[in-house]
């Protein structure tokens, strides 16, 4: 069983459209990171959350404590967006860095 | 200010080898976190160091092993090496545990 769920798995849009991508978890956590991975392998770290919503640039994440549920959206859509996008729950009983993470949702935009 | 720094960034055993990756945190970090990704089973956590002592450990047999110097750096040990140890393996930093973490290159291994 998994304890986070992505959804999509993929996703492909045309540059300019807005793009949600969708994060659900079944544990109590202290923290969530949305995470970006571009072809090659390097991970960068878009936001840490714990409640409430966070913008930078063009990316935007919300998070829902209640009701277990994060979304990360990107507004006006750029080739350059195109990567793997990664949920990652910090548990709340754990006292580190060891997340769980999703399995990830492929972007691909289109030009 | 530099980022994690991961290496090798490429490296190819045999298997029954065994092969040591480094990672340095970024400066002040104390934190050092080391994650498996494959195909089959993606991101999954190794374990974690704080101030030379690990913290937490995944679930991972024995040969998987790591350490963390004085300043921080921290190394990752696997030993007789199996065609299923092929993955990236990235490691993150943070100042302390709980923090930000912040996630280097990885060094992709492939066993062959």
């Known amino acids: 069983k998994n304890e986070v769920e992505q959804s999509p798995q993929n996703l492909t849009a045309q540059e300019g459209e807005f793009i949600t991508i969708n994060c659900s978890y079944s544990?109590?956590?202290?923290?969530l990171h949305w995470l970006q991975q571009h072809p090659g392998g390097g991970i960068v770290s878009l936001f840490m959350?714990?409640?409430g919503k966070k913008k930078h640039g063009r990316l935007i994440a919300t998070i829902n404590i209640q009701e277990k549920h994060s979304s990360l959206h990107i507004t006006a859509s750029h080739p350059r967006d195109s990567a793997v996008y990664i949920c990652?729950?910090?548990?709340?009983?754990?006292?580190?860095?060891?997340?769980?993470f999703g399995t990830g949702t492929s972007l691909t935009v289109i030009p | 200010k530099a980022g994690v720094t991961q290496t090798p960034r490429y490296l190819i055993k045999t298997r029954g080898q065994q092969v040591t990756l480094s990672c340095s945190p970024i400066?002040?970090?104390?934190?050092v976190s080391w994650y498996q990704q494959t195909p089959g089973q993606g991101l999954q956590f190794l374990f974690e160091?704080?101030?030379?002592?690990?913290?937490n450990k995944g679930n991972f047999p024995g040969r998987f092993s790591g350490r963390q110097f004085s300043n921080s750096r921290s190394e990752m040990n696997v030993s007789t090496l199996e065609l299923g140890d092929s993955a990236l393996y990235l490691c993150?930093?943070?100042?302390?545990?709980?923090?930000?973490?912040?996630f280097g290159q990885g060094t992709r291994l492939t066993v062959v």
């Open positions: 160091y704080f101030s030379e002592t690990q913290r």
């Open positions: 959350l714990s409640s």
């Open positions: 544990v109590g956590i202290s923290a």
């Open positions: 990652a729950v910090r548990p709340g009983t754990n006292t580190g860095n060891q997340f769980y």
């Open positions: 993150a930093s943070s100042l302390i545990p709980r923090s930000e973490a912040f």
């Open positions: 400066s002040g970090h104390r934190s």
